[in-house]
């Protein structure tokens, strides 16, 4: 019994930590959306002589380099091209185009007006989720390694089990409304900013990746408890079983031993009236 919760234990401590590891990446990290932007083709320039258009129209000793663009009317999507960006809770970064690496800008910026009280408890939620993860993890610890008595641990169990599952329904919470906020941003935000193609990055996959791990550390956990309290009580009732049992079995060799000893002092007490008798009759 003491082994089996004992492994029931370590995996949900095991459940937890991955749950708050993948959660605490994900709340930092930028990649909970990715795609491209389409924008338009800058100038071509000194420094800027690939993925350009070129107003002039001049011949050049680029002119064999198929990313220039000469500009007229007719190129239509030649003009455009699709920069990379990815978006977190509270960056969203861009590829920039006229120099080497990114560029990033608030997401809480770029978020309609609408929709930022949403994003604020999207934020207040995932931090929650994540102190509660950490109080889940340091009961479950307790219990592991500190718990002197199976009804301290049952305890400890029960209390980790509750603000594990609190805390995997806020971060399902959480998650729900940044998705919210970030489909509604598509379609209101800053025009120089609104996707033409998008879709969820691994920082998405690691939040619900943490969800899973919490929720799957709750029932574990939960079931250690369930368990452990159905063991008890087996053991307290076969206990209990046999005491009864060998309280009757005590009970019937008192009542013989008293019936027997009635029965003797019956038949002593038989034999002294006879012995009375024959003393007291005339010879």
Not at 122 to 147: D, K, N, R, T
Request: hydrophobic share 40%; proline share 2%.
């Amino acid at each position: 019994m003491k082994t089996n919760r004992r492994c029931r234990a370590l995996l949900a401590v095991s459940l937890n930590l991955m749950a708050l590891l993948f959660s605490t990446t994900a709340f930092i990290t930028t990649h909970w959306c990715e795609g491209t932007q389409r924008v338009p083709k800058p100038s071509c320039g000194k420094e800027k002589k690939t993925n350009c258009l070129n107003y002039s129209g001049n011949e050049t000793a680029n002119e064999t380099n198929q990313n220039v663009v000469h500009y007229s009317w007719e190129t239509g999507d030649d003009r455009f091209l699709f920069r990379y960006f990815h978006t977190g809770i509270w960056y969203s970064c861009e590829e920039n185009i006229n120099a080497a690496g990114e560029k990033c800008r608030s997401f809480i910026d770029l978020a309609p007006a609408s929709e930022k009280g949403v994003l604020w408890l999207s934020v207040v939620s995932e931090v929650l989720y994540i102190m509660l993860l950490v109080v889940g993890f340091s009961l479950m610890c307790l219990e592991l390694f500190h718990s002197s008595s199976v009804i301290d641990g049952l305890k400890l169990n029960a209390f980790a089990a509750v603000f594990t599952v609190l805390s995997g329904l806020l971060g399902m919470v959480a998650h729900m409304m940044y998705t919210q906020v970030f489909q509604v941003t598509v379609s209101l935000g800053p025009e120089d900013w609104r996707p033409h193609s998008w879709d969820y990055g691994w920082s998405f996959c690691l939040a619900w990746g943490s969800f899973t791990c919490c929720m799957a550390a709750s029932v574990t956990t939960l079931n250690s408890y369930t368990k452990t309290v159905i063991e008890f009580r087996h053991k307290r009732k076969i206990f209990e079983q046999g005491f009864r049992e060998e309280q009757n079995f005590l009970d019937q060799e008192t009542i013989k031993y008293f019936r027997e000893r009635a029965e003797e002092e019956r038949a002593e007490a038989g034999d002294l009236r006879l012995q009375c008798l024959h003393s007291c009759s005339p010879n």
